[in-house]
């Protein structure tokens, strides 16, 4: 699943890659965006390539 999103992949292609259920992809990626407390999946993203999302939304810089 990580690897679909750090490529960009739709939720479609990662269920083919996954042999498992769009629904479920799209499920899976909510229960992250809730544990990760992040607001989209750019922001998942982020957080899955080791990254870090302020939780207040502005950039660290």
């Given at each position: 699943?990580?690897?679909?999103?750090?490529r960009g992949r739709t939720h479609k292609?990662?269920?083919k890659m996954l042999?498992?259920?769009q629904f479920t992809v799209?499920?899976?990626q909510e229960r992250l965006m809730?544990?990760?407390?992040?607001a989209?999946?750019?922001?998942l993203i982020v957080?899955?390539?080791g990254g870090h999302v302020p939780k207040?939304?502005?950039s660290s810089q």
């Open positions: 699943m990580r690897d679909g999103l750090l292609e990662i269920a042999r498992i259920s799209r499920t899976y809730e544990k990760f407390e992040v989209n999946r750019t922001e957080c899955a390539s207040d939304g502005r």
